[in-house]
């Protein structure tokens, strides 16, 4: 019986608990995430400006320090949008950080959930209402696109210039004009040194990710173009294929909005 209650004590300490595994994983994927963001030279403030996560909870991830962390799924989509800001696999990165029993608990919770909150049946209601409503916006605008003389008779009266130049600028018609064309908005980086870099064409996410040393980018839009970088000294951007400039300062994150010609 010694023998025996001995044995499972060493087996017992062969087998790392739960919180040892969480603690192990969390200090490696605290010091990759840290050393990717000092090598590109973003501080603590600049990550929790653009994630939107509390600078506290980025500094406890780096640390491995639980106490000021939530609740172990949670956290797991704390790591999933640090790691996508530093333009990693940030779900590949995440799965690898244990959740334990914590998925059934939340199971078990969303299936008590009061009346108040939402329930899987009212998502699915507001989904087939959007796609009720984007239908029917969608088969208004294709009404309007196919009728071009009463298209060309709103452009010539000063009072309905406005809605003329709108649905000009959709991106859902294909048979632009010369005009159309010449409002578009083009933009051109070419990376000095490596940068994070987000881009936005006409409300769209284009791309987002770090781009290194010696890359070059063209994007184009047709009403406006949205280009945030960490690093802006180290972007040179060009507009409508005119001589390049940087940015910004080296190290400091910065934001341009660039929006396309309109009519005269």
Request: net charge positive; aromatic share 6%; glycine share 6%.
């Amino acid at each position: 019986m010694k023998w025996l209650n001995l044995k499972t004590k060493e087996n017992t300490q062969e087998s790392p608990s739960l919180d040892e595994q969480r603690a192990n994983i969390l200090t490696e994927i605290g010091l990759k995430l840290r050393s990717t963001r000092e090598a590109h030279q973003f501080s603590i403030d600049d990550v929790a400006a653009y994630t939107k996560i509390a600078r506290r909870s980025l500094q406890a991830i780096e640390d491995a320090n639980f106490d000021d962390l939530p609740e172990p799924i949670y956290t797991q989509g704390l790591i999933k949008r640090y790691a996508d800001a530093l333009g990693f696999n940030g779900i590949e990165l995440a799965n690898n950080y244990p959740i334990g029993v914590n998925r059934v608990n939340c199971i078990s919770k969303w299936k008590n959930t009061s009346q108040g909150q939402l329930r899987p049946v009212h998502l699915y209601l507001i989904y087939v209402g959007l796609i009720v409503c984007s239908v029917s916006g969608l088969s208004h605008v294709l009404t309007i696109a196919t009728v071009p003389d009463n298209s060309e008779n709103q452009a010539k009266s000063p009072s309905s210039s406005k809605n003329t130049q709108e649905f000009a600028l959709q991106p859902a018609i294909n048979n632009q004009t010369s005009d159309d064309k010449n409002r578009q908005v083009q933009v051109g980086v070419t990376l000095k040194d490596s940068s994070w870099i987000r881009v936005e064409a006409d409300g769209k996410t284009e791309f987002e990710g770090v781009l290194p040393q010696g890359t070059q980018r063209t994007w184009k839009a047709q009403a406006q173009l949205i280009v945030r970088a960490g690093n802006a000294g180290g972007v040179m951007l060009s507009v409508n294929q005119q001589q390049a400039k940087p940015m910004g300062e080296p190290g400091k994150p910065e934001e341009m909005k660039i929006a396309a010609k309109t009519r005269s």
